[in-house]
T-cell receptor, first 110, second 114 residues
Framework: TQLLEQSPQFLSIQEGENLTVYCNSS?????LQWYRQEPGEGPVLLVTVVTGGEVKKLKRLTFQFGDARKDSSLHITAAQPGDTGLYLCAEPNSGNQFYFGTGTSLTVIP | DSGVTQTPKHLITATGQRVTLRCSPRSGDLSVYWYQQSLDQGLQFLIQ???????AKGNILERFSAQQFPDLHSELNLSSLELGDSALYFC?????????????FGPGTRLTVL
């Protein structure tokens, strides 16, 4: 079973601050997805990274896939209250199963 | 709105009972996934169906079963319910059963077992 550890578990910051959350695996990822889940809703896909060292940007969000494909990070610049939510990393495996990380709960205070 | 619908939104029942959760995928999506989300276990993959057939199985208990019908809607049956089964249950759909594909999640069913 793939084990995806995310850190930190909880993060509370002021609007305008920058932050980084991490996702680490016990083994090599085949690919990695990041999701955001808002209270009372299901997760929504933000990005998929496939290649080691890959960097993808989505407005103020920057996603990085580690060179060894065992870790990934999500950096948010100038956080806004609308960024509040649970950030989950997930790895689909060859068996069509999806493993989700433990999650980082982000609160951005206006 | 993801286009995935789940009913009911909330369900309160007693230990030992049996419940059925229903999911309608996005129009045209053939693949349906079920997940359980609890505070201590996080979001756990239960099972996947593609066009009526089971494609992948995760940490699904023997007391739980699922099926996908010809009209592509899916049902998750939970029996002999225990307190620990209280959780959010999500259904997701995608157009293909392939990995790296985007899954669209429904709003979830919150199950409370008393």
């Amino acid at each position: 079973t793939q084990l995806l550890e995310q850190s930190p578990q909880f993060l509370s910051i002021q609007e305008g601050e920058n932050l980084t959350v991490y996702c680490n695996s016990s083994s090599v990822f085949s690919s990695l997805q990041w999701y955001r889940q808002e209270p009372g809703e299901g997760p929504v896909l933000l990005v998929t990274v496939v290649t080691g060292g890959e960097v993808k940007k989505l407005k103020r969000l920057t996603f990085q896939f580690g060179d060894a494909r065992k870790d990934s990070s999500l950096h948010i610049t100038a956080a806004q209250p609308g960024d509040t939510g649970l950030y989950l990393c997930a790895e689909p495996n060859s068996g069509n199963q999806f493993y989700f990380g433990t999650g980082t709960s982000l609160t951005v205070i206006p | 709105d993801s286009g995935v619908t789940q009913t009911p939104k909330h369900l309160i029942t007693a230990t030992g009972q049996r419940v059925t959760l229903r999911c309608s995928p996005r129009s045209g999506d053939l693949s349906v996934y079920w997940y359980q989300q609890s505070l201590d276990q996080g979001l756990q993959f239960l099972i996947q169906y593609y066009n009526g057939e089971e494609r992948a199985k995760g940490n699904i208990l023997e007391r739980f079963s699922a099926q996908q019908f010809p009209d592509l809607h899916s049902e998750l049956n939970l029996s002999s319910l225990e307190l620990g089964d209280s959780a959010l249950y999500f259904c997701a759909s995608s157009s293909k059963p392939l990995v790296n594909g985007e899954q669209f999640f429904g709003p979830g069913t919150r199950l409370t077992v008393l």
